[in-house]
Nanobody, 122 residues
Framework: EVQLVESGGGSVQVGGSLRLSCQVS????????MGWYRQVPGHSCEQLLS???YFKDSLRGRFSISQDNARIVVYLQMNNLEPEDTAVYYC????????????????????WGHGTQVFVSA
């Protein structure tokens, strides 16, 4: 069974940095497109970036993805955080759309973690 477990969320000041982790089991990350979604309360679920692509241009230069093959972990490095980045962040595999938004996270496609909360204070 595939499992994705996020960690590393928490509170950070505006302009600060945070690194989220996604522990992966049940699949080989090299054979799948791994990435991150987020959902701001009251808003849609939106895809951010993957191991292959950026989906949200406003995050270029601030958010980046990497992985530790030995530990089978996918990371999301977030820099220069803004209050608008406050959201629940989800690790996922395999499902990325052209539109890039969905009514809610998780979507019944691909593989998802349960999310980790990030709060950025002004």
């Amino acid at each position: 069974e595939v499992q994705l477990v996020e960690s590393g969320g928490g509170s950070v000041q505006v302009g600060g940095s945070l690194r989220l982790s996604c522990q992966v089991s049940g699949l080989t990350v090299a054979d799948h497109e791994m990435g991150w979604y987020r959902q701001v309360p009251g808003h849609s679920c939106e895809q951010l970036l993957s191991t292959r692509r950026y989906f949200k241009d406003s995050l270029r230069g601030r958010f980046s993805i990497s992985q530790d093959n030995a530990r089978i972990v996918v990371y999301l490095q977030m820099n220069n955080l803004e209050p608008e980045d406050t959201a629940v962040y989800y690790c996922m595999a395999d499902y990325f759309t052209v539109a890039g938004v969905h009514p809610t996270c998780p979507v019944n496609c691909g593989y998802w973690g349960h999310g980790t909360q990030v709060f950025v204070s002004a």
